[in-house]
């Protein structure tokens, strides 16, 4: 069967790879060689390109992803744009013509990759953002420092130009530049698309479907499934076979440490797993929806997901990354368990049989060990509502973003603000035992108390001495323990400075 991906706008056939090709290295022997491999693993954003993904509103956005960790049979049937479709040297896109005037290229390694990166945050937003001719539009700029929150640069309201969020670039690395130019040129993009920009005119179409796909070769295969009962199908006979979503998990297994799946079943767009609906009762949440969608459908409805998602490794990285991969592999150190558990998240898991409903809490039942059954499939996980009145997200890691943790803290607590009592606590901990945990001790020296330095005191040292946390490269097991102790410290005096709950 053929395979054909669109790239910079012209077909290009893609049947001779082997399955376990990456985006990256078949685009580079097209002779793409802009997109480059600085680190294989999701890092370094040095091999960024743009996807075409479906948008919100039926048409089509411009997403930033990592083709080194992206199979490039996963790109048949779809669109993609490497630095080389941006712009040439004699025509360059705003982006790189604002990199080259600031300075922000030096050795060049890193620049197709970031030139990505802002030109996905270029085009995003195509509702809110019309075209221009360009004359005296000038660029508004939301920085990292202020939070994101619009510190504008220039008068924008002619062409309701959005902020550019220097958040979109933390998934790239520059060894030369030391970031100010980079940061220059982007904050001084116009992030008005002229008049006649093809790609901006791109995303009032449609973004193209999921193809169904068959390639066998090289010893692997890949499939992309219609329906989930032909992926549970496929599970079912063949158990050595791996269900891929975002593949930012398996893309490093796959790269760094050699795994190869007889069989690779691509799961990400299979619209069973891609359900989002709300109600007042709670809000069910597709396990193959990217971190990306899933914030920005919430759209801050869930504060304590709101908190985790920006902590949660790159714009790259959630552009592809879903819950259902991160509960998938069971990881100790992931980041949606803690938060999911302190919201009592439920999870429908699908086979072959039929669905099941489990609490994640009798989720994990060890090391990367969970109750999923071999060929069982994670199809929608449940939040019920209402959650909790006062929330947060403690990542501790040695990075601020884009880093894995060494302990996470969710916290969802309730307070009885009339009587100034816990009436509730779930705090759900990463990073200080084989699993993610429920803090039980913790909660239960909270319900009913105060809220106060005393009751927060004595909980807060038996938060210290939940888990079995151990010393490795990331962290000490003291460190761990007194991380969380001053985790619940840290959320008193916040509630006590905001007012309580906040
Ligand atoms: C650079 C980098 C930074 C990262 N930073 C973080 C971070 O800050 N925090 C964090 O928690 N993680 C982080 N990760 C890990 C990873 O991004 C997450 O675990 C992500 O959620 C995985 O989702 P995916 O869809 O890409 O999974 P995939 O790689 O597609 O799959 C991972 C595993 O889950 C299984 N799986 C996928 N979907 C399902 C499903 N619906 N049902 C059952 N099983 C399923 C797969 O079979 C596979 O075994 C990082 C990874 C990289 C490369
Ligand atoms: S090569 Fe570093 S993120 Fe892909
Ligand atoms: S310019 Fe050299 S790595 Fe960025």
């Not at 600085?38 to 075409?52: M, R």
């Not at 993609?80 to 360059?92: C, D, I, N, S």
């Not at 990306?292 to 459908?297: G, H, K, L, S």
């Not at 801050?300 to 959630?318: M, T």
Request: aromatic share 4%; with cysteine.
């Amino acid at each position: 069967m053929d395979i054909v991906v669109t790239v910079n706008g012209r077909p290009r056939d893609a049947s001779g790879i082997a399955a376990h090709t990456t985006a990256l290295d078949w685009l580079r022997s097209l002779g793409l060689t802009g997109a480059k491999e600085g680190c294989a693993e999701g890092e370094c954003g040095a091999c960024a390109v743009l996807l075409a993904t479906p948008d919100s509103d039926g048409g089509t956005e411009w997403t930033a992803v990592n083709a080194c960790l992206m199979p490039a049979a996963a790109l048949d049937g779809q669109e993609v744009v490497t630095a080389e479709g941006l712009g040439t040297p004699e025509h360059m896109h705003p982006v790189q013509a604002a990199l080259a005037e600031a300075g922000g290229s030096q050795c060049g390694y890193c620049t197709p990759g970031f030139a990505c990166s802002m030109a996905a945050e270029f085009y995003r937003a195509r509702a809110s953002r019309g075209t221009s001719d360009g004359a005296d539009a000038a660029a508004s700029v939301r920085t990292s420092a202020d939070g994101g929150n619009g510190a504008a640069a220039g008068a924008s309201d002619a062409h309701t130009t959005e902020p550019f969020d220097l958040h979109a670039l933390s998934g790239n690395l520059c060894r030369c530049t030391g970031y100010r130019p980079i940061r220059d040129a982007a904050l001084g993009i116009d992030t008005t698309p002229a008049v006649g920009d093809a790609l901006a005119e791109r995303r009032t179409r449609p973004a193209p479907a999921a193809r169904a796909t068959r390639l066998a070769g090289d010893g692997g295969r890949f499939v992309r499934p219609e329906t989930l009962d032909e992926a549970l199908a496929l599970l079912h006979v063949e158990p050595d076979a791996i269900a891929i979503a975002g593949c930012t998990d398996w893309g490093v297994e796959a790269n760094l440490r050699g795994r190869r799946a007889p069989l690779a079943i691509a799961i990400d767009r299979l619209d069973e797993l891609r359900g989002f609906d709300e109600d007042d009762a709670g809000i069910d949440l597709g396990a193959a929806l990217t971190l990306t969608e899933v914030e920005r459908r919430l759209a801050g409805r869930v504060p304590l997901l709101a908190a985790l998602f920006p902590q949660f490794a790159s714009p790259l990285i959630r552009n592809r990354a879903t819950l259902g991969g991160n509960l998938g592999t069971a990881s100790p150190i992931g980041d949606a368990p803690p938060a999911l558990l302190a919201l009592e998240a439920r999870l429908v898991l699908a086979s072959p049989d039929g669905e099941r409903e489990v609490d994640l809490a009798d989720y994990f039942t060890g090391y990367r060990e969970t109750v999923r059954r071999p060929g069982e499939l994670i199809r929608t996980i449940r939040i019920p509502r209402p959650t909790a009145n006062l929330t947060a997200f403690h990542k501790v890691a040695k990075r601020r973003y884009d880093d894995i943790s060494s302990v996470a803290v969710a916290f969802a607590i309730d307070l009885d603000e009339e009587r100034g009592t816990v009436a509730s606590a779930r705090i759900g901990l990463g990073g200080v035992a084989a699993t993610p945990i429920r803090a039980r001790a913790t909660e239960a020296a909270l319900v009913g108390r105060e809220w106060t330095d005393e009751t927060v005191r004595e909980a807060a040292s038996v938060l210290g001495g939940e888990g079995t946390p151990m010393d490795d490269h990331r962290a000490s097991a003291a460190y761990r323990s007194a991380m969380l102790e001053r985790s619940l410290l840290r959320l008193h005096r916040r509630s006590a400075r905001e007012g309580v709950p906040a």
